[in-house]
């Protein structure tokens, strides 16, 4: 079981950076993949990026690479959401994810249908 929280939502200006954080519980904080997601009301949950366990392996949605950056500390069982030139339409809850113990990186990893934990989400939004 794996809970997970996240932080560092708000309301920004275009142009400006954001950093997200989500703290996971647990001890194998490490074998587990994480995404991370966002979704606009009315709207399907959007893939945005997604890392390996080591931290060694991400992989980013076509439209969001070179402004977003994933990344993690497994020391402090954080992983992060470095958002840069934010634009309006980035403006979406963010949503933490990790895929069942096992799943490996490769598999799905766009998909939430593979991610099996989830946090409650924080609002970004990001005015014109």
């Known amino acids: ?3 997970l929280a ?16 989500c703290a996971a519980s647990g001890r194998t904080f490490s074998t587990y993949v ?3 997601f966002r979704q606009v009301p ?5 893939f945005v990026a997604t890392i390996n366990g080591s931290g060694g392996s991400t ?3 076509d439209s969001l690479k070179g402004r ?6 497994n ?7 470095q958002m840069n030139s934010l634009k309006p339409e980035d403006t979406a809850v963010y949503y933490c994810a990790a895929k069942g113990r096992g799943v490996p990186f490769g598999l799905g990893s766009d998909s939430d249908r593979y991610y099996r934990y989830w946090g409650q989400g924080t609002q970004v939004t990001v005015s014109s």
């Open 75 to 81: 020391a402090k069982n954080t992983v992060y959401l």
């Open 42 to 46: 009315g709207k399907e949950r959007e």
């Open 6 to 21: 996240e932080s560092g939502g708000g309301l920004v200006q275009a142009g400006d950076s954001l950093r997200l954080s």
């Open 59 to 61: 992989s980013y949605a």
């Open 68 to 73: 977003f950056t994933i990344s993690r500390e």
């Open 34 to 36: 994480m995404g991370w």
């Open 1 to 3: 079981q794996v809970q």
